[in-house]
């Protein structure tokens, strides 16, 4: 019963752990994707 506990918390915590990467993730690709438009704008600016 114990070991079965351990183990739903460990899947529990492996999901959580997945979706605060998947998060981090869309974050870092939003801010890159923000920082090339910007980018673009200066160089199509000169």
Request: charged content about 15%.
């Amino acid at each position: 019963m114990i070991q079965y506990y351990a183990q739903e918390r460990l899947v529990q915590i492996s999901w959580g752990c997945d979706i605060i990467s998947a998060l981090l993730a869309i974050i870092i690709i939003h801010r890159i994707s923000r920082w090339q438009t910007a980018r673009y704008q200066l160089l199509s600016r000169c």
